[in-house]
């Protein structure tokens, strides 16, 4: 059995999607699937009940993700390996399975799915830049930004007690070196991006806030930021992107503007949601 851990904060509008996919064709007993419905004053809680049976839910009082993830693993029945999936996100057994397996691989202790990002409906602005943020070496090779990982036992001992931050995923994605890491090639994960300019914009604030975060020194080397020569060398790759970049690069200057006034006020906790992709 594979404990699969889900922190929820007010997701009831995706929840079942997310749990629909992911117990659909699961073998009996396979996954040990906790909902952890934390802080809701919606219906999360109901929605992930209604699943079915092999999906349990745990309600705590306090909004916090990494409480979440902390009553989740109290709750797991299974050892390891563990999978920490995001509630707005959607993933089938089949890729579950494929993560499990690639934790098994020497020397791998993280694991995490390939990103398809659902954006034929989106803005062009919101596309454009999609566009660019995936052709990053860095955004292509990290674990971050997939609202999927996979751990080890051994992986689990090394992200247990990294001190909470806003960029969860990105701290736990530098906690790795690449060959303790691995982007599996049989795992797909479906993700939702904002539906407007206005909602990417509040999505890159709190990355932008989340990097300064990462950066005052207690966790770890924040090496995620965009560097300017793989801007320079997508636009060498492909004229095409120049127009891109430049969108890219506005909407990247603007949200570190915006985002100044939080990191100076030392305000890491204000959590700006993206309420569009939940629709």
């Not at 004053?41 to 699943?51: G, V």
């Not at 020194?217 to 492909?238: E, F, K, M, W, Y």
Request: charged share 25%; hydrophobic share 45%.
């Amino acid at each position: 059995m594979t404990s699969i851990v889900i922190p929820a904060h007010n997701e009831g509008a995706v929840v079942g999607r997310l749990l629909k996919q992911l117990i659909s064709d699961a073998n009996p007993d396979e996954f040990d699937v906790i909902v952890i419905a934390n802080g809701c004053t919606d219906d999360t809680a109901e929605q992930a009940a209604s699943a079915g049976p092999g999906v349990r839910v745990v309600s705590i009082p306090v909004a916090s993700k990494r409480a979440a993830l902390d009553a989740g693993d109290q709750a797991a029945q299974s050892s390891f390996p563990r999978i920490y999936v995001d509630a707005d996100v959607e993933i089938g057994s089949s890729d579950v399975r494929a993560l499990r397996d690639a934790l098994g691989l020497p020397g791998v202790l993280a694991a995490a799915p390939q990103r398809e990002l659902v954006l034929a409906d989106r803005p062009l602005l919101v596309r454009c830049y999609y566009d660019v943020w995936t052709r990053l070496p860095v955004v292509r090779n990290g674990l971050f930004g997939r609202g999927v990982v996979a751990v080890s036992a051994a992986g689990h001992d090394r992200i247990r007690e990294l001190p909470p931050a806003m960029g969860d995923d990105l701290a736990v994605s530098l906690e790795f070196e690449p060959a303790e890491r691995t982007i599996v090639e049989g795992a797909r994960v479906l993700v939702h991006p904002p539906r407007t300019t206005a909602d990417l914009l509040r999505r890159r604030v709190r990355a932008a806030v989340s990097v300064a975060q990462l950066e005052d020194g207690s966790h770890g080397d924040a090496s995620a930021r965009t560097q300017p020569a793989d801007l320079v060398q997508i636009v060498r790759a492909d004229k095409r992107m120049l127009p891109r970049v430049a969108v890219f690069l506005g909407i990247t200057v603007v949200a570190r503007l915006r985002a100044r006034r939080a990191i100076k006020r030392q305000d890491f906790s204000t959590w700006l949601r993206d309420e569009s992709s939940r629709q």
